[in-house]
């Protein structure tokens, strides 16, 4: 029902208690009773999915990715880390476990080499230049 339904189903309950059909008004305002009944608990669900909203989003503007891993701000302190698959995949903050090489997270198994040591194994990888050659000309004319 709407407002103005409301309205009306009040004073339709008036005439028929001044009428004295007593039984008939008792009826009419049990049933806007069970409706606004029913109307407040709908509200209080759609203000908790609001809220619930609003704290994803919140969530969602202080997650920063750091190319490999995510870090949480909270109140200007960076929490974390927590998995970047578990988060894109199925919204789930797992916090990732520390161990000497790597971090590890416990939810979906997935290793995240720590950032100094992935950069000094590219180092590591590459070539020194000074050892590199001038390239050997394969046609000879």
């Given amino acids: 029902m709407d407002s103005l339904m409301h309205a009306t189903c009040f004073k339709k309950a008036f005439d028929l208690g001044k009428a004295g059909k007593w ?24 203000k908790q999915q609001l809220c619930e909203v609003a704290d994803i989003l919140d969530l969602a503007e202080n997650m920063h990715f750091d190319g490999q891993k995510y870090w949480l701000d909270v109140d200007g302190r960076r929490e974390g880390p927590y998995c970047q698959l578990c988060y894109d995949k199925e919204g789930q903050m797992v916090r990732l476990q520390e161990q000497d090489r790597h971090w590890q997270c416990r939810g979906c198994g997935n290793l995240y080499m720590k950032r100094k040591l992935r950069e000094a194994t590219v180092r590591e990888d590459t070539p020194p230049t000074r050892l590199l050659k001038s390239p050997i000309p394969l046609f000879v004319k």
């Fill in 23 to 46: 039984d008939e008004a008792l009826e009419l305002l049990r049933d806007l009773q069970d409706e606004y009944v029913a109307l407040w608990e709908e509200n209080r669900a759609l």
